[in-house]
């Protein structure tokens, strides 16, 4: 038995796009049993009748809603007034109202004005979509999926007509955000109407030019692609500038006072203000996206590829674009792979370039999407960054107090090193600062880094479970304190350093086992005085970093996919150029070699003070081992991959001591265990650890889906799991690949995994 439709009669004022393409939509999902149009023309109606459009309609405006449960008014805003007016004598007792208008504070004063008792259950509406094409020929019943409605309720506004409306939006497609009319007519002005007094402008200025038909004869793609919205409904946009007039002249005024900053820069030849500007303004957009969606901002810059997209379609597609891994069993890896740059050195470039006074240039630049978390902090706080651009970035210091206030929160995607390291560095700034992530980051704990920190004198306030958003009380003096850290965690200790910048006195951190060196490196590269005593290292506020040259070596944690693959998969010789090698990152290997893999070191060399190498791998018949605790610290961001390589190895394999990969991107132990379990691998967990029994013949995994929990080791890891598995194996979810490593399946591909990628 079908379901009863939400409403018995719908009726729509005003048949143009807008009113028109619900009308279509509400007839097509059988959201009403009957839709009725009221409209000024005689023949949009006989069109729209002849379409079937709607079932019935009148130029009576109060005949047209008479009977209706709900009245949706789509007519120009200047219109708004005489509409409410002269529907008002048929409104029924428990009618709901909404409208389509583009400006909602007039609107809203218009209908306290005409609706009279109806008041109550009127509940402003603002869909965000269109077309180039209008009228009611133009209806499309698909025009507001996945688009987004905004509705204003005001505090008087029956709660139940908001829900009901809210539903019948949902119902058709689209997603519904609530907002005070003061603010959507603020957005508005300055994301819609003041683009378009901009485009109109600037078609007029020049087509009163002497020269113009030269102008419009030889202009490009990007002129007319801004310029286009000029071709918009005259009259329409007249009628909204009138109307939002307060909320354009506030966007317009700042318009133009950073237009005059704009012009003083070009006049003074000031490339820093122009740099500054430009690379601000060519990632803006897409990682307005990112954010909105809570997304990857490589998801939504590949959203901003597609031309045929509306703004409102690409931050839907980002939302709901979800990659999937599909991998067939077998294959060996042989060739050469250069893995993407190590994303702990590439933060590091960006952060202490940023303080660095002069230009720092960086290759081999990770363009990963944690890594562009960073770039985009630091231009959110006035830093010029040129790139990156095939591995290859330029950051324009400024010094060590020469960061800006944000003007919004900082987001930072799903970058946990990002925002450790950035409340260290924070804290010692003048300035307040907010500091967001996306779903995962979270869920993650950062009061570790917040706790020693206030030891200093910084004020950082977190979430009552103690996770993000991360609070930073700027103008705090800090004071160096020695720290003996109760945990291993480079994070820590860095986020340390970096606020003992700032501090007055000494910083100094003991670490009970070692880890990543990689602040300490790089910090005496820029030319800031460390000290190191054993397992301490300390510095002493109130120095100065200096921009440098350096380049980036590839990331051992990429590296280590490559290296269980080419260890578990028969034939496999692969070679792994450049890899960084620095002694408190190679447990991996260390751990790989303990169990019998074939890993030769080749051509050691230093690379801005760091070490790298060469790695060729061959296949080899690994066995389990007890992993040393020793060892741990130094590959915990690689036990993901391991687990897969002690699942192919002959006996069992134990790890203890790491109850940190619990709270990583994921807990990389349950999400790794629960998917190898999926796969027929005999396991046992524990709250620090895991043991795994191997097969070290034949195939050590079944076919199966995975789940990624988001995580991106999660999915890299599994891939490798192919090569030795005896059916496919569905990795879902596979979009966070792009944090530690683009370019990961087009790689592995060619060295011999079969791997495709299905995009939804």
Same mark, same amino acid.
């Given at each position: 038995?079908?379901?009863?439709?939400?409403?018995?009669?719908?009726?729509?004022?005003?048949?143009?796009?807008?009113?028109?393409?619900?009308?279509?939509?509400?007839?097509?999902?059988?959201?009403?049993?009957?839709?009725?149009?009221?409209?000024?023309?005689?023949?949009?109606?006989?069109?729209?009748?002849?379409?079937?459009?709607?079932?019935?309609?009148?130029?009576?405006?109060?005949?047209?809603?008479?009977?209706?449960?709900?009245?949706?008014?789509?007519?120009?805003?200047?219109?708004?007034?005489?509409?409410?007016?002269?529907?008002?004598?048929?409104?029924?007792?428990?009618?709901?109202?909404?409208?389509?208008?583009?400006?909602?504070?007039?609107?809203?004063?218009?209908?306290?004005?005409?609706?009279?008792?109806?008041?109550?259950?009127?509940?402003?509406?603002?869909?965000?979509?269109?077309?180039?094409?209008?009228?009611?020929?133009?209806?499309?019943?698909?025009?507001?999926?996945?688009?987004?409605?905004?509705?204003?309720?005001?505090?008087?506004?029956?709660?139940?007509?908001?829900?009901?409306?809210?539903?019948?939006?949902?119902?058709?497609?689209?997603?519904?955000?609530?907002?005070?009319?003061?603010?959507?007519?603020?957005?508005?002005?300055?994301?819609?109407?003041?683009?378009?007094?901009?485009?109109?402008?600037?078609?007029?200025?020049?087509?009163?030019?002497?020269?113009?038909?030269?102008?419009?004869?030889?202009?490009?793609?990007?002129?007319?692609?801004?310029?286009?919205?000029?071709?918009?409904?005259?009259?329409?946009?007249?009628?909204?500038?009138?109307?939002?007039?307060?909320?354009?002249?506030?966007?317009?005024?700042?318009?133009?006072?950073?237009?005059?900053?704009?012009?003083?820069?070009?006049?003074?030849?000031?490339?820093?203000?122009?740099?500054?500007?430009?690379?601000?303004?060519?990632?803006?957009?897409?990682?307005?996206?990112?954010?909105?969606?809570?997304?990857?901002?490589?998801?939504?810059?590949?959203?901003?590829?597609?031309?045929?997209?509306?703004?409102?379609?690409?931050?839907?597609?980002?939302?709901?674009?979800?990659?999937?891994?599909?991998?067939?069993?077998?294959?060996?890896?042989?060739?050469?792979?250069?893995?993407?740059?190590?994303?702990?050195?590439?933060?590091?470039?960006?952060?202490?370039?940023?303080?660095?006074?002069?230009?720092?240039?960086?290759?081999?630049?990770?363009?990963?999407?944690?890594?562009?978390?960073?770039?985009?902090?630091? /231009? !959110? +706080? @006035?830093? $010029? #960054?040129?790139?990156?651009?095939? =591995?290859?970035?330029? %950051?324009?210091?400024? &010094?060590?107090?020469?960061?800006?206030?944000?003007?919004?929160?900082?987001?930072?995607?799903?970058?946990?090193?990002?925002?450790?390291?950035?409340?260290?560095?924070?804290?010692?700034?003048?300035?307040?600062?907010?500091?967001?992530?996306?779903?995962?980051?979270?869920?993650?704990?950062?009061?570790?880094?917040?706790?020693?920190? /206030? !030891? +200093? @004198?910084? $004020? #950082?306030?977190?979430?009552?479970? =103690?996770?993000?958003? %991360?609070?930073?009380? &700027?103008?705090?003096?800090?004071?160096?304190?020695?720290?003996?850290?109760?945990?291993?965690?480079?994070?820590?200790?860095?986020?340390?350093?970096?606020?003992?910048?700032?501090?007055?006195?000494?910083?100094?951190?003991?670490?009970?086992?070692?880890?990543?060196?990689?602040?300490?490196?790089?910090?005496?590269?820029?030319?800031?005085?460390?000290?190191?005593?054993?397992?301490?290292?300390?510095?002493? =506020?109130?120095?100065?970093?200096?921009?440098?040259?350096?380049?980036?070596?590839?990331?051992?944690?990429?590296?280590?996919?490559?290296?269980?693959?080419?260890?578990?998969?028969?034939?496999?010789?692969?070679?792994?150029?450049?890899?960084?090698?620095?002694?408190?990152?190679?447990?991996?290997?260390?751990?790989?070699?303990?169990?019998?893999?074939?890993?030769?070191?080749?051509?050691?060399?230093?690379?801005?003070?760091?070490?790298?190498?060469?790695?060729?791998?061959?296949?080899?018949?690994?066995?389990?081992?007890?992993?040393?605790?020793?060892?741990?610290?130094?590959?915990?961001?690689?036990?993901?991959?391991?687990?897969?390589?002690?699942?192919?190895?002959?006996?069992?394999?134990?790890?203890?001591?790491?109850?940190?990969?619990?709270?990583?991107?994921?807990?990389?132990?349950?999400?790794?265990?629960?998917?190898?379990?999926?796969?027929?691998?005999?396991?046992?967990?524990?709250?620090?650890?895991?043991?795994?029994?191997?097969?070290?013949?034949?195939?050590?995994?079944?076919?199966?889906?995975?789940?990624?929990?988001?995580?991106?080791?999660?999915?890299?890891?599994?891939?490798?799991?192919?090569?030795?598995?005896?059916?496919?194996?569905?990795?879902?979810?596979?979009?966070?690949?792009?944090?530690?490593?683009?370019?990961?399946?087009?790689?592995?591909?060619?060295?011999?995994?079969?791997?495709?990628?299905?995009?939804?």
């Amino acid at each position: 038995m079908a379901a009863a439709p939400m409403f018995d009669r719908i009726a729509i004022v005003g048949l143009g796009l807008i009113g028109g393409s619900l009308a279509a939509a509400v007839r097509e999902r059988g959201l009403a049993r009957e839709v009725v149009a009221g409209v000024r023309s005689a023949r949009t109606l006989e069109t729209a009748l002849a379409a079937g459009v709607v079932d019935a309609g009148s130029q009576d405006l109060a005949e047209a809603v008479a009977g209706a449960d709900l009245v949706f008014v789509a007519v120009p805003v200047a219109a708004m007034a005489a509409t409410f007016a002269a529907m008002a004598p048929g409104l029924s007792p428990h009618a709901l109202i909404t409208d389509g208008g583009s400006v909602k504070g007039s609107v809203i004063a218009a209908a306290r004005q005409g609706l009279g008792a109806h008041m109550r259950r009127f509940v402003p509406g603002h869909p965000i979509a269109g077309k180039e094409k209008s009228g009611v020929e133009a209806a499309d019943p698909l025009l507001y999926q996945s688009h987004r409605v905004i509705l204003t309720p005001e505090p008087d506004t029956n709660a139940a007509a908001t829900a009901k409306v809210c539903a019948l939006w949902t119902a058709v497609g689209a997603e519904v955000l609530t907002m005070s009319a003061q603010e959507h007519d603020q957005v508005l002005a300055e994301t819609s109407h003041l683009p378009h007094l901009l485009a109109f402008s600037l078609v007029d200025t020049l087509s009163r030019q002497g020269h113009s038909h030269d102008i419009f004869r030889y202009a490009a793609g990007g002129f007319r692609d801004f310029t286009r919205i000029a071709s918009s409904d005259p009259v329409m946009w007249h009628d909204i500038f009138q109307e939002n007039r307060d909320a354009v002249l506030t966007a317009l005024d700042r318009y133009v006072a950073d237009l005059a900053d704009v012009r003083s820069a070009v006049a003074a030849g000031d490339s820093d203000a122009l740099l500054g500007l430009m690379t601000r303004a060519n990632t803006a957009r897409a990682w307005f996206l990112a954010r909105q969606g809570r997304t990857s901002f490589t998801h939504a810059q590949g959203a901003l590829d597609e031309d045929a997209m509306t703004q409102q379609q690409q931050a839907a597609a980002g939302e709901r674009s979800k990659p999937e891994f599909r991998l067939q069993p077998g294959g060996a890896l042989t060739g050469s792979v250069r893995v993407a740059g190590d994303k702990s050195i590439s933060h590091r470039v960006i952060m202490l370039g940023a303080l660095a006074d002069g230009v720092t240039t960086a290759e081999g630049f990770l363009e990963g999407e944690d890594a562009l978390a960073t770039i985009q902090a630091f /231009r !959110d +706080m @006035g830093v $010029v #960054i040129e790139g990156p651009q095939n =591995g290859r970035v330029r %950051v324009h210091g400024v &010094g060590l107090h020469g960061l800006k206030a944000p003007a919004r929160s900082l987001y930072l995607g799903n970058s946990g090193t990002t925002m450790r390291l950035l409340m260290g560095l924070l804290a010692g700034q003048a300035f307040d600062t907010e500091l967001t992530g996306d779903e995962s980051l979270t869920k993650r704990p950062m009061e570790r880094v917040a706790k020693p920190l /206030r !030891d +200093m @004198g910084a $004020v #950082i306030n977190t979430s009552g479970s =103690g996770t993000p958003p %991360v609070l930073i009380s &700027g103008g705090q003096p800090l004071k160096g304190l020695h720290y003996d850290m109760p945990m291993a965690s480079a994070q820590v200790k860095s986020a340390l350093l970096l606020a003992g910048l700032y501090a007055e006195g000494r910083t100094s951190v003991t670490e009970p086992a070692p880890t990543r060196d990689h602040s300490e490196r790089m910090l005496a590269g820029f030319g800031y005085p460390v000290e190191r005593d054993g397992a301490t290292v300390a510095v002493q =506020g109130g120095g100065r970093l200096t921009g440098c040259d350096l380049e980036v070596p590839a990331d051992i944690s990429s590296a280590a996919f490559f290296l269980v693959g080419a260890s578990i998969a028969p034939g496999s010789d692969l070679l792994l150029p450049h890899v960084g090698m620095n002694p408190t990152r190679t447990g991996v290997i260390d751990i790989l070699r303990l169990m019998g893999a074939d890993i030769e070191v080749l051509n050691p060399r230093d690379s801005g003070g760091e070490p790298v190498a060469d790695l060729r791998v061959r296949s080899a018949r690994l066995k389990g081992i007890e992993i040393p605790a020793e060892l741990v610290p130094l590959a915990i961001d690689e036990f993901p991959a391991l687990f897969i390589a002690a699942a192919c190895a002959e006996g069992d394999t134990v790890l203890h001591g790491a109850e940190e990969l619990r709270v990583k991107e994921s807990d990389r132990i349950q999400v790794m265990a629960d998917g190898m379990q999926t796969l027929g691998v005999s396991l046992e967990t524990y709250p620090d650890g895991i043991r795994i029994s191997g097969r070290p013949d034949g195939a050590a995994f079944g076919s199966g889906d995975i789940q990624t929990h988001h995580d991106h080791r999660i999915a890299m890891s599994f891939s490798m799991a192919a090569l030795r598995a005896s059916g496919e194996i569905r990795i879902h979810d596979c979009s966070n690949v792009a944090t530690s490593f683009p370019g990961f399946a087009r790689l592995s591909a060619a060295a011999g995994l079969n791997l495709t990628v299905l995009e939804p």
